[in-house]
């Protein structure tokens, strides 16, 4: 694969998981909003969302009974997804290339993600 | 306000944003979190967390259409992005442990910088020879011209990479793309090409922004219930916005923008300092 093909096929990806994810996140707004229409909105002082709905592995586990915030949450989660899909892309092209120190430096930035991401920071 | 008009207020506003942040390219995320935090009265992390998940929508979104015409430099952007996410989740980190009125100044200062930024003609100065070290990493590149491949050379590796974790720090404690401080750092400091750096930087966003989005979401800065609006609004008007890129990208448009951003940055300023947040 040239680096000019590898392009399209992040390019397509990159469009796919957005699309993806913003379907999510508007089917559960339209959910949330058939709920809580009417109800007050106050963001004026911080109050962190329930533990659910603030890391990764909870919010895959709670789909098994969804709510319109998790839905909401899971869609934003596949929008955070797609960036790292195209750096996991990167290392198999890589490999492939036998390109052995961009290889190692993608899974650096692999690993930067997955500390962020899979690691829960109190 | 009930949660309905609410919702409706802020897609329409980050829509807004959204739509003159593609115009311009100055990215829709900058406008955001001083709208909602000095119009609306949304604490300042529910505002930067949503507005970090609409940096990742119109990267992703914008790189689809970018990507088609061969101009991004992947090796590099992979390189620097080591430098950029590790900013990121120092800058992430940072954002808990600082005071919000300190994080509402240092916003204010980029904001200001930003609009400056996006008035001041950079000028186009390709490198002469490569940083020995660029040669290693195999940094230096070619795309497309008029007739055929045009080459380039890379310089300064280690100023554009520090100056890369620098803008991720930024990334991570305010929320923002760091669209302009990531373009710096590739065409002045590094000397690509213009299109080469704003094709790549734009790729780097999104990765840089998902360093910080673990570190969000743990946090609990990431609320559903206000980043929803606000990322199908950004999305709607980034993507509206690239429609007529070609068409709309003016001096005036920059203009005006600039001094919206400038005047949002005076309020949050004055806001913080005045003990408003």
């Not at chain 2, 955001?32 to 930067?48: F, N």
């Not at chain 2, 790189?63 to 620097?80: D, P, Q």
């Not at chain 2, 070290?133 to 795309?143: D, H, N, P, Q, T």
């Amino acid at each position: 694969m040239t680096d000019q093909q590898l392009d399209q096929v992040i390019g397509k990806l990159l469009r796919a998981g957005v699309l993806l994810s913003a379907a999510v996140v508007f089917a559960g707004g339209v959910w949330l909003l058939l709920e809580i229409a009417h109800t007050p909105a106050n963001f004026r002082h911080f109050q962190p969302p329930p533990a659910g709905l603030r890391s990764t592995g909870g919010i895959i586990g709670g789909l098994a009974h969804p709510n319109p915030q998790l839905v909401i949450q899971f869609g934003l989660l596949l929008l955070v997804a797609t960036p790292v899909a195209r750096v996991i892309l990167s290392v198999i092209v890589f490999a492939i290339q036998r390109d052995r120190l961009y290889v190692v430096i993608t899974l650096i930035v692999l690993a930067v993600l997955g500390y962020s991401l899979a690691v829960p920071h109190g | 306000m009930d949660a309905a008009a609410f919702c409706g207020v802020v897609y329409g506003i980050s829509a807004l944003a959204g739509f003159l942040g593609a115009l311009t390219g100055l990215g829709g995320g900058v406008v955001v979190t001083p709208v909602l935090t000095t119009l609306l009265g949304v604490d300042l992390h529910y505002a930067i967390g949503a507005s970090l998940v609409s940096v990742i929508a119109t990267s992703s979104g914008a790189a689809a259409a970018y990507v088609r015409e061969g101009y991004s430099n992947i090796r590099s952007g992979m390189f620097l992005e080591i430098a950029t996410t590790l900013g990121a989740v120092a800058g992430a980190h940072l954002t808990t442990a600082l005071p919000a009125s300190t994080l509402a100044i240092i916003f204010g200062a980029v904001l200001l910088y930003s609009a400056w930024h996006s008035l001041h003609v950079r000028k186009e100065v390709p490198a002469q020879k490569s940083d020995p070290l660029a040669v290693r990493l195999r940094l230096e590149g070619s795309y497309p011209g008029r007739e055929g491949p045009v080459s380039y050379r890379v310089d300064r590796v280690k100023g554009g990479f520090s100056l890369m974790f620098v803008a991720g720090i930024l990334s991570g404690l305010l929320g923002i793309g760091s669209g302009a401080m990531k373009v710096i750092a590739m065409d002045q400091v590094m000397r690509f090409p213009f299109k080469v750096s704003t094709t790549t930087s734009n790729f780097m966003i999104g990765v840089t922004a998902a360093a910080s989005a673990g570190v969000y979401l743990s946090r609990g800065y990431i609320d559903p219930r206000v980043a929803m609006p606000v990322m199908l609004g950004v999305l709607t008007g980034s993507v509206l916005g690239a429609r007529r890129l070609v068409a709309f990208r003016t001096r005036f448009l920059r203009v005006v923008f600039a001094l919206v951003v400038g005047a949002l940055a005076l309020e949050m300023l004055v806001r913080a300092f005045g003990g408003g947040f």
